[in-house]
DNA sequence: ACGTGCTCCTGTGTGC
DNA sequence: TGCACACAGGAGCACG
């Protein structure tokens, strides 16, 4: 489930779990979920190395290996790290596994839209997906710029990796709920207030999350993401809330508390 | 250069 | 109860 606070709270779990312990064995279960790296390139960089350093550029988390390079991870939709230290305690859906001297450190994904790879460093990996900078470390200006530079539906515009890293579906309906912004609105429509509030927006909701340890039940009742489901109302003025299709991907809003922008 | 829609995967919830 | 089917918090790619 995973978007930015999310890969923030398993960087920290990782760090505090799983870290400088040297790594026996790193198995794929499945050989999916390193495509498109043949699984005993990832084993064989891998094996005899420890986790030093963690890092995260939006969604992708990375992790330094003392015998040089990095791993890369990422979480796809339904993707989690899980440490365990008896094997009758491995979780379903295991597919990629960690073995330390003591403990494991289980990649479970279900729906395997997730990959562990290798990368000399997460700025080459970084470059080479052509991914915008970390969402979190972008000024205003960076984010006004990006904005400005441009087109199409708000909503679309923040969760286009390219442009800025680490948003998503969920988020995205989180930010522009708070800023009054409909997710259709096309960003050349924004004034400069919605931009100023979008901005602040999607760093409260990122931010507010990752202390609720990206956990959404522990989010507050006024935030539109405790009552995005079919049927639900607005936390706000309790009219019913409008559910689309946008760019492939279910969006939630108020169309009376949502507008197409101008202020 | 862009936006749209398809595809990769499997598990779960919903409605008949 | 059982089954079929839509749908799911992501992203790369082909296509127009």
Redesign the pocket.
Known sequence: ???L??VETYRRYIESTSMHRPIMRAEAK?P?IV?PFQARTISTAVEGSAFLRSYRH???LFLELSRGGWLTW?????GEPVFFERMRDEP??DRFLFTFENGHLAFSD?????RIGVTASPDEYVRE???GPDVLTLTEADFTRILE?????AK??L????KM?????????EALFQSGIDPRAPVQCLGSGDKERLYHNVRKVLRR?IERG???SRLPQTYLLRH???GERCPRCGGDLL?I??????SYFCPHCQREGGT
């Open positions: 489930m995973p978007e606070p999310e499945h999916l495509r939006g969604k992708n990422h979480f796809g939709m339904t379903p859906h279900a729906r395997m839209l997730g997906k052509k991914l530079r441009s087109r199409g539906a679309m515009v969760m286009d990796q390219h890293s680490g948003v998503g579906n969920l988020y995205s309906d999350s990206g956990d959404l995005r489901s079919r559910s299709h946008l760019g492939g991907r279910t």
